[in-house]
């Protein structure tokens, strides 16, 4: 899995786990909420700045948001996308 894909999945993941729309997220972190959707896809390439607002928008630290996608990636944490759901351990 490409570090993107699994980023995208850990920003997706967090955020459901939060019951928060993109929307809402994207106005917490001072971003658009087309970016914040092509990220969760796995597109685009984030400046830390960015990473730091996205997880201060999501409750968490960097580091954990870096350590759920690195998770992912792994394959140490699962996340069905097709079910909207959350992770799977």
């Known amino acids: 899995m490409e570090p993107q894909e ?3 999945l850990a920003l997706r993941s967090l955020r459901l786990d939060r019951g928060l729309s993109q929307a809402e997220v ?5 971003i658009a909420r087309s970016w914040l959707s092509q990220m969760e896809g796995g597109g685009g390439n984030p400046a830390w ?8 928008a999501l409750g968490v ?4 948001l870096v350590d759920r996608a690195e998770r992912i990636a792994s394959g140490e944490l699962r996340f069905e996308t097709r079910t909207r759901r959350g992770p799977v351990s």
Do not use: T
């Open 26 to 30: 994207a106005q917490r972190a001072d």
């Open 49 to 56: 700045g960015s990473l730091v607002r996205l997880a201060a």
């Open 61 to 64: 630290s960097p580091v954990e």
């Open 6 to 8: 699994a980023m995208g």
